[in-house]
């Protein structure tokens, strides 16, 4: 495969939203004002034409050019961990109340 600085993405499918902020900030390279949708979202994204996966990931809405912030990708196995952790977070979080 043929090395590229070009990351091609394609969302499968958004689940939600985890967070959202917004803020006006001045470009560093354009010196001109912005508006910036900040979200933290779960989604289901295909990187380079790949299998798509399960990712938590923040997302950058720029005067309405979208960008992708650092995130994990979350396989089948980590996935059910997870729900498990959560699973028991809530029972500990029932028993203390």
Do not use: Q
């Not at 394609?10 to 900030?25: A, I, N």
């Amino acid at each position: 495969m043929a090395k590229t600085n070009e990351i091609e993405y394609k969302v499968v499918k958004t689940f939600g939203e985890l967070s959202r902020s917004e803020y006006d900030r001045t470009n560093w390279k354009t010196k001109e004002k912005e508006h910036v949708v900040e979200t933290k979202e779960l989604r289901k994204v295909s990187w380079n034409g790949k299998e798509p996966k399960l990712e938590i990931r923040s997302w950058y809405n720029t005067d309405g050019v979208e960008t992708c912030g650092k995130g994990i990708t979350l396989t089948p196995d980590e996935i059910d961990a997870l729900r498990f952790l959560f699973d028991s977070l809530d029972e500990e979080l029932t028993a203390t109340a």
